[in-house]
Nanobody, 126 residues
């Protein structure tokens, strides 16, 4: 059974930083991508960032330059370093995992992700 466990959320003031972590277990495929998504109150869930097992990364425009995604493949863990946080970053953040077939590339489309962790709340106050 594939399981993802996210941690690291919390409350900070605008301009502050947080680091989210997500540890995965129970999967054996070698080609995959981790994604971070978030859902603010009253809004749809949106893709924030993703990283492939080969190290390719993607960032949504809204977080480009402020967030950094990284991963430790040996530990099957993905991190999201969030700096210069803004009140609009307030949301429940979810980590997710999808298998990337040979010849394919990672995507940040929610429907592509088969495995999800529980959400972790990030609250940024002004």
């Amino acid at each position: 059974e594939v399981q993802l466990q996210a941690s690291g959320g919390g409350s900070v003031q605008a301009g502050g930083s947080l680091r989210l972590s997500c540890s995965a277990s129970g999967f054996t495929f070698d080609s995959y991508a981790f994604g971070w998504f978030r859902q603010a109150p009253g809004k749809e869930r949106e893709g924030v960032s993703c990283i492939s097992s080969q190290g390719m990364t993607y960032y949504a425009d809204s977080v480009q330059g402020r967030f950094t995604i990284s991963s430790d493949n040996a530990k099957k863990t993905v991190y999201l370093e969030m700096n210069s946080l803004k009140p609009e970053d307030t949301a429940v953040y979810y980590c997710a995992l999808h298998y990337v077939p040979p010849g394919a590339t990672m995507v940040v489309v929610e429907e592509a992700y088969d495995y999800w962790g529980q959400g972790t709340q990030v609250t940024v106050s002004s």
